[in-house]
């Protein structure tokens, strides 16, 4: 067990990347805080882990863009579950796959505000909990798209580049309280998201996509738990400020 005892939070993890995290951490002992915008996922997957052990998951329905709302999962894992170890600010949203000039100003407050501010908000709250054990793990999913960007998705890509720096400038600041911070960076994977970044859901997009990853297909959900687990265990306890690439060689 890699998170015995650990108490970890996982944003958007009623679906997708993040589903798979918090099953995986709670198999590995951890308790888990699944929060999601979206009720209906985040209450199966909080219910699918409990199912296998009792009280391990608590379900808080959230926008993580929503600074109120923030402060409040944060403590649903101190009242539930008595601190917080690892925080995974993983739930995210892109615009449509389209020419930077089609892009609305509303299309990109709302991705800097789930992709980029959540974090900002995310931190203020959860660093004084993390400190307050002694330290613990702030895993951050960015994404290829920060490091080898496609065209069709300026400004998700941007906003990913920014969850990179911020997490690498964190790692930093947040050293001297034994608090790491590390970027996930996942190629595009089958999740419901993959239709938004190819511009449409076809055995020929994913071909053309698949082709630009030198492992020859797409991330799983499996990938990118497995590399987030390695960050949140103390395995990882000497590693602070990387952005992981959980890519099949596309960035190589
Ligand atoms: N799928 C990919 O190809 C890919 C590749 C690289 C990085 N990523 C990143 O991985 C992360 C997870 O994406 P995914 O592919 O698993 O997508 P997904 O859509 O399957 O899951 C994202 C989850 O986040 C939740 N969410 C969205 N906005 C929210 C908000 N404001 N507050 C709380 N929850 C919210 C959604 O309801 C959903 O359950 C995202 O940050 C995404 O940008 C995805």
Redesign the pocket.
């Known amino acids: 067990m890699r998170l015995k005892d650990k108490v970890a939070l996982v944003?958007?993890?009623?679906?997708?990347?993040?589903e798979g995290i918090a099953e995986l951490f709670a198999r590995e002992g951890a308790r888990i805080v699944v929060?999601?915008?979206?009720a209906d996922?985040?209450r199966r997957v909080a219910e699918t882990i409990n199912a296998e052990a009792p009280d391990r998951a608590v379900f808080v329905e959230?926008?993580?863009?929503d600074g109120s709302d923030s402060a409040r999962m944060v403590r649903t894992a101190t009242d539930a579950f008595g601190g917080l170890d690892v925080l995974v600010n993983?739930?995210?949203?892109?615009h449509d796959n389209k020419p930077v000039l089609e892009i609305g100003e509303d299309e990109f407050d709302r991705v800097f505000a789930?992709?980029v501010k959540?974090i900002f908000h995310a931190v203020r709250h959860a660093v004084p909990a993390l400190a307050a054990r002694g330290g613990g793990s702030i895993i951050n999913?960015?994404?290829?798209?920060a490091l080898r960007p496609r065209p069709g998705l300026a400004w998700y890509n941007a906003s990913?580049g920014a969850v990179v720096v911020a997490s690498k400038s964190l790692a930093g600041e947040l050293a001297p309280q034994n608090i790491r911070v590390n970027a996930l960076?996942?190629?595009?994977?089958d999740?419901?998201?993959?239709a938004t970044?190819m511009g449409g859901d076809s055995p020929e997009r994913r071909a053309q996509f698949v082709a630009t990853i030198p492992l020859g297909r797409?991330?799983s959900?499996a990938d990118v738990a497995g590399a987030a687990l390695y960050l949140a265990s103390d395995e990882a306890a000497f590693i602070t400020g990387v952005a992981l690439e959980i890519d099949g060689g596309r960035c190589a």
């Open positions: 944003t958007g993890a009623g679906s997708g990347f993040g929060v999601d915008l979206n996922g985040g959230a926008d993580v863009a993983n739930a995210g949203i892109s789930v992709n959540a999913t960015a994404s290829t798209a990913k960076c996942p190629v595009l994977g999740t419901p998201l993959a970044f797409m991330s959900a």
